[in-house]
């Protein structure tokens, strides 16, 4: 298990200025404790073409991330959209079949010279937001918002790690916790 204590590996604990995530923590890491058995479970992923250097290696890290800790290849199904605007839709008609578990939502939205990207990043997360509340079905929101480039590239496989890897674990740990809150036989751990 990996895990991280933000204060304690803060460079700049004696600085009352917040930091950069970046410098708390590897951005891929997380805990694999208690994880879900997900040989059953199927998965829609929705990946962007905008940018598709580095939503194609999100992607990656997603379907690896499933593959390596269970899921079976003919249960990941992969649906592509023009763009991250487009995510959202896409996300409800994968999250709405019945035999979808969870979907996961890939996109790169790099910061241009209008607000474009604002836009666009606040509809997406509004709207994945919605499809998760309305289908009751974990959507996770794998889109990054950089300012450039690299910045992405160094989350798409780069020093940063891959967060793709991360967005398929946080859609496996949402299928054991969803799993617990509904068990009657389990209590809830605080
Ligand atoms: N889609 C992305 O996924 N990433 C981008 O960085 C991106 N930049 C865009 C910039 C402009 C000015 C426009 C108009 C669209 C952009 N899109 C981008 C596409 C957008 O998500 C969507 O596919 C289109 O607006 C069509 O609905």
């Not at 917040?18 to 479970?41: C, G, H, Q, W, Y």
């Not at 939502?105 to 836009?119: F, W």
């Not at 919605?130 to 289908?135: G, P, R």
């Not at 590239?153 to 809150?181: F, P, S, W, Y």
Request: charged fraction near 20%; aromatic fraction near 6%; proline fraction near 4%.
């Amino acid at each position: 298990m990996i895990s991280c204590d933000y204060q304690s590996e803060s460079p700049n604990q004696r600085n009352p200025w917040p930091v950069m995530a970046t410098e708390l923590k590897n951005l891929s890491e997380f805990s694999t404790d208690n994880l879900p058995d997900i040989r059953e479970r199927r998965f829609g992923i929705v990946v962007a073409e905008w940018n598709s250097e580095v939503t194609e290696a999100l992607y990656e890290g997603a379907y690896n991330t499933l593959l390596n800790y269970g899921a079976q290849p003919g249960n990941i199904i992969r649906g592509n959209v023009p763009g991250s605007f487009e995510l959202t839709l896409a996300s409800q008609w994968m999250a709405r079949r019945d035999d979808i578990d969870a979907v996961i939502a890939i996109g790169c939205v790099i910061q241009g010279e209008t607000k474009h990207n604002d836009y666009i990043n606040h509809a997406v997360a509004q709207g994945l937001t919605n499809v998760a509340l309305q289908t009751g079905k974990p959507v996770i929101f794998g889109v990054l918002t950089p300012n450039n480039q690299q910045q992405a590239l160094d989350r798409a496989g780069g020093i940063h790690g891959n967060k793709g890897d991360e967005a398929a674990m946080t859609a496996i740990k949402m299928l054991g916790l969803q799993r617990q809150v509904y068990s009657k036989s389990e209590r809830v751990k605080e």
